[in-house]
């Protein structure tokens, strides 16, 4: 009996597949691989790409030649002989005025500015954004609008204000009132992003919270966080970005032996005195801008997904 139901069944599959041969291809027409939509789509993301990774590609050669070879002057030949003498001279080398240093003393500033910039605007951000997200305290909706105007403030225009302030603290000048000013700076934004994530998470999350008791902290740090790493990504990716690439607050509220790095690049490149080397210049500014490359390769797929968790809804 067996036997007999499986050529039954082998002879209903023959006859399904002979009707479908004799009634000809179905589905979907795959497409051309040089459709003109693919050549239009590519073309222009090659163009793209092509701008954005062109003046990459010589700022690298360019560092890796030596002043004799970029005296032959093409720009975009590939160096006949690498060196790495102008990245360890761009480092340690390089002089702006009196000092012989480099980028290195700048790197240092620069790092101690960004990480107490970075962690605490982020702490106090989350916080508020999480109050302000699920706690309707009284005055929410006011505080939460002059967050909102303090974002499309030009800071420019309280550059003037914020020294004075810092005169008075008898900060001016210093790495820690560098700090309290990016870290104000940072505030609106941040808040407004961790605002929007909290909200988009589901209410029922933080009802039944509450009905077990949890009180501000709990919900904070056993629920909120834990679900919360992708904004955190976001909001460090957007302030690492923000405070390293500064060069307008470092100048006005630092002194020469506290500049951070992006001032030391422009002192270095800028400077008058001597041949001016180029292949030191592409160096150090490849250097200069190679934290916050690294920074976003490690977590770019994190930012992505933060910021299509909600990030930027309204």
Known sequence: MASISTLNTAAASFDAVSSQLASGPSGRKPRRIFAPRNIMLYGALTVAALYYLLPLYVMVVTSLKGMPEIRLGNIFSPPMEITFEPWVKAWAQACTGLNCDGLSRGFWNSVRILVPSVVV???????????????????????????????FIPYQVMIYPIVIVLRELGIYGTLTGLVIVHTIFGMPILTLLFRNYFASLPVELFKAARIDGAGFWQIYFRIMLPMSLPIFVVAMILQVTGIWNDFLFGVVFTRPDTYPMTVQLNNIVNSVQGVKEYNVNMAATLLTGAVPLIVYFL????????????????
């Open 121 to 151: 605007s982020i702490a106090i951000a989350s916080v508020s954004g999480y109050a302000l997200a699920n706690w309707r305290f009284k005055g929410a909706e006011l505080f939460f609008s002059i967050l909102i105007i303090g974002a």
């Open 299 to 314: 977590s770019g797929r994190l930012f992505v997904r933060g910021i299509a968790a909600g990030a930027v809804k309204g």
